[in-house]
């Protein structure tokens, strides 16, 4: 949801011939499909995709600094940095075992959570930061590091769990990512992929759906004691289910990057740096996964 639906036309004062909802009934949609998306993240060990629209449509700065995109990408990149901090203690949470023959014959390294409450501790936190800055945008600034160490630990004992079993997925799952986001970046500044109002809310609709198809795999889980075989197999249905969501994961940066281009333009306040920085983040993450997921099925 990174673009933020609250920042409509009107908002940046732009002029247009699309109809669009006022922006009270925009950000009553956004927050329900927000609330969502973050909940279904839980339960999946998978980030909340991005933040939806915080409370009431932004305006202008009156004074003192303003939103820009050099601030933009000095925020990402310092979240980035605290990411990194996060993820090196994380991986060493995990112990990886000798590796052994298994019955048929293929190679199985036992590996092991350190402590597992230590991992879903450190995601509810991440969880309760993300809820937090989500309808206190103001809040992004203080709330950024402390979400990017303990997102950052998630990710480096995720990280270490899938590495132990298919030697060498983190560095191709990171190259993937990165790759993915110089593509889209591109896309967007060639004007390829432009974020309308037809293009945003199908993307919208399709995230919300993944967290739905997530959150019910999780409730299965529950009842039943047994996964989805459809999305976590390697089964051919389960790779396409795969790419389909790496590819949503990917279109959510293209309302990223328009919510930092139309912001920076506006010249919204300042700590909206912090906001799109930890949105930016937010869908980056998920796609790390997403892909780590996707290359786990392919390798198997």
């Known amino acids: 949801m990174s673009r933020n639906p609250v920042l409509n036309d009107n908002v940046f004062g732009e002029s247009t011939t699309d109809q669009r909802p006022s922006p009270a009934q925009e950000w009553d949609a956004a927050q329900g499909a927000g609330a969502a998306r973050a909940g279904a993240a839980l339960p999946n060990a998978l980030p909340p995709t991005q933040a939806p629209a915080p409370g009431g449509p932004f305006t202008p700065a009156t004074g003192g600094k303003v939103m820009t995109l050099g601030g933009v990408s000095a925020a990402t990149l310092f979240m980035f940095a605290f990411l990194l901090i ?30 597992p409450g230590l991992l879903i501790g450190c995601l509810l936190g991440a969880f309760v930061i993300t809820i937090v800055t989500v309808f206190k945008p103001k809040l992004a600034r203080f709330t950024a590091i402390p979400y990017a160490l303990l997102e950052g630990a998630v990710l480096g004992m995720i990280s270490h769990f899938y590495n132990a079993q298919f ?13 993915v986001f110089l593509a889209m970046l591109v896309l967007y500044g060639l004007r390829i992929l ?88 937010l869908t980056l993450v998920w796609l790390y996964i997403e892909m780590l997921r996707l290359l786990s099925k392919i390798r198997q």
């Not at 030697?167 to 790759?179: E, K, M, N």
């Not at 399709?206 to 390697?234: E, H, R």
């Open 194 to 281: 432009r974020a309308t109002p037809k293009f945003t809310k199908g993307v919208i609709a399709a995230t919300f759906g993944i967290m739905v198809l997530y959150l019910g795999s999780f409730v299965w889980g529950l009842v039943t004691g047994n996964s989805v075989s459809f999305l976590n197999d390697a089964s051919p249905l389960s790779i396409g289910i795969s790419v389909i969501i790496v590819i949503v994961a990917a279109l959510n940066l293209i309302l990223d990057f328009d919510f930092i281009e139309r912001g920076s333009k506006n010249d919204l306040p300042a700590y909206m740096d912090w906001y799109a920085a930890f949105g930016l983040v």
């Open 167 to 179: 030697s060498g997925i983190v560095i191709q799952a990171i190259l993937a990512t990165f790759g």
């Open 86 to 115: 996060g993820a090196a203690w994380g991986w060493g949470q995990v112990t990886q075992g000798t590796p052994t023959i298994g019955l048929d014959g293929t190679s199985v390294t036992p590996v092991e959570f350190n402590s």
